[in-house]
């Protein structure tokens, strides 16, 4: 039998006693349970970073893994919290769209369970945190053998939020920023097969007003300090400086347009 | 058989070859040992810090957990290095006083060993970093099965601070902030039991010299930026704002005094 | 049979997705292997202070581990991908100098192997994310017993990079900060066999411009505030201030130069 894998990811912040929190409480549920850190860095309840992180990492993970998800503004509301079944992955999340983009690519349609049986959660539940108080122990009793169905009744609708596509025009692709890495590098919404219909000897990439005019395979390809367009490693249009912070360099963040034009080589 | 965790909580950073060097020697003794990082980021050597955070964690563990504690101004110094048992938990820890509160509330008294066995240490024992030659080695023995007893004398005293503890005057309580989490929410050493003898329209809670007036069972009961006094997951009065910081909002840190005095309803 | 331990050492940043995706790579291929993070945190491509952080770690671990490390600004362009045995150690590395120092140590000579057989590696490659696509999976397929010979052909060349060494001379030890620790210790190239040349009543320590005239066996022996040299818990000259920053005092960081002069007792 594999070992039980369950992930944390969170906003608690690296210092919290709150994931530690969890932590204890899954293992004393299933001892034998393998925890894995994704994030704890999540910026505090930033649903769309949530979003984003998710769809970037949860594909990695093979079908088994238990993924807990805890970044909850509206614990203790009347929202739900959900055992979701989505790509062949299982979450257990908050139901406030967290999981948007997961959701928008799954086929088949994602299975979703509103938690509701009380006897998988600890005996007191707290009205501030019920990632320690429902999503871990359920998360230890799932890496047991639980069936996913004993939680609760099945839902047909559940909170997604609109996420920025990117807009394909006669002149161009507009997209925008959906992430920033810690090397400044720039992540933007705009998928790399549309850059096939944009060669770069007659388009080029403006990120907020700046203009990009390289493009390049890699980092390493350019001299250091240019800014370069570039496919991802997730498969979409980035922009980066070779040893430097494209964040920093082109003053832009996630939300900044980012855009493909003609431009004519004068 | 269960397998043997092993917990970490260290003021290093995150950042630092020291929590990976105690990885290490842990595993080299029991390459089966399954370590869990509670946290790296107290703040340098604030012992208070640690007696909040493993209050706030240790109880969510169940008991065959060892715990490894290093935060340690006063490394290579006379100071002991403890094995402790309080509350049915198991800590490797400096005799600082970083366990405090735990052995406050201990029932039946603490069961404490100071560390003299040296064989169950790293050959070479440097003078400023015990926690990697000392308690990381002891922790995977214990982790195998070792006797406990065999690492040292009992100890009748060890070292413990005072801890600020809510008052209860004739006109209400007067406590401080003791934590400030990520989300920059105040949580406070007032038990949420006092709460009840100050009924909400009779009673305000004052940061500092901030008035909060309004309670609220969890955070998004409130609207948006409002602050409002909760029960904290620990179950301790705790001051927040819906998606926001208190910490920012109050100018409130930890040490600030946070009163329940009875107001007049004009 | 020990459980198969992969640590990974990168300069994610703890909030990254990246790191999260080669956890996931890992256990795809290896559900059983015991992930260790030693840090996301190593500074943005900062190939030194990757080679400093591996030589203060690695140590400590036991053979049979696997070392994955990734500070790779040379992604994606002709630089090789390494699996190396150094000192008993087994790392899989890009070749770009990040594990100079230990190979400096080595006796005997390092066995390095260029990644070639991409079987072993994720279908599909990445320009940008090798670590992930490369790496990752082939760290799987060692812990689970695959042959290292099997991955590549041997390599008699890499990438090494020049390390500062403290120079002796007639007149005392000249070397530097290579390393400052969370608490604002620096750390030296100066190792601790060459201060027994240099008596604490004939010599002091400069630290850029200051003068260090207190040595001290550990940070507690000398009053809070105070300026005190001592041996690292690596067995270098460190520099550190009792419950403060050696750092900040001092206004020093890596490559501030430090020296050990005679000095004249007035």
């Known amino acids: 039998m594999p070992p039980s894998i369950i992930t944390l990811t969170t906003d608690f912040g690296r210092d919290s006693p709150y994931a530690a929190a969890m932590k204890g409480v899954i293992l004393g549920v299933n001892p034998a349970a393998v925890l894995v850190d994704l994030t704890h860095e999540i910026p505090p309840q930033d649903l769309r970073a949530t979003s984003y992180f998710l769809t970037a990492t949860l594909r990695y993970f093979h079908r088994e893994v238990i993924h807990v998800v805890v970044v909850d503004p509206g614990v203790g509301t009347e929202r739900a919290l959900l055992y979701v079944e989505v790509n062949q992955h299982r979450l257990l999340v908050p139901d406030n769209g967290s999981w948007t983009e997961l959701s928008q690519e799954a086929a088949p349609r994602p299975k979703v369970i509103a938690l509701a049986e009380n006897q998988y959660w600890r005996p007191t539940v707290s009205r501030t945190f019920h990632g320690r108080d429902i999503l871990a122990p359920v998360a230890g009793h799932l890496s047991l053998g639980l069936d996913p169905e004993l939680l609760g009744k099945p839902l047909q609708k559940w909170v997604n939020f609109q996420l920025p596509v990117a807009q394909v025009g006669e002149d161009g692709v507009a997209g925008e920023v959906v992430s920033v ?21 007659e388009f080029a990439v403006f990120v907020g007003g700046c203009l990009v005019r390289r493009f390049a395979a890699t ?3 350019v001299e250091p300090g240019v800014v370069m367009a570039l496919v991802s490693s997730t498969g979409f249009l980035e922009i980066a400086v070779n ?8 003053h832009a963040g996630v939300g900044t347009p980012v855009a493909l034009k003609p431009v004519r080589l004068a």
Request: aromatic fraction near 6%; include cysteine; charge should be negative.
């Open 219 to 221: 980092y390493g390809a």
């Open 181 to 201: 890495d810690g090397f400044g590098n720039l992540v933007t919404n705009i998928p790399s097969q549309l850059l096939q219909r944009c060669p770069p000897d």
């Open 243 to 250: 040893q430097g912070s494209a964040a920093r360099e082109l």
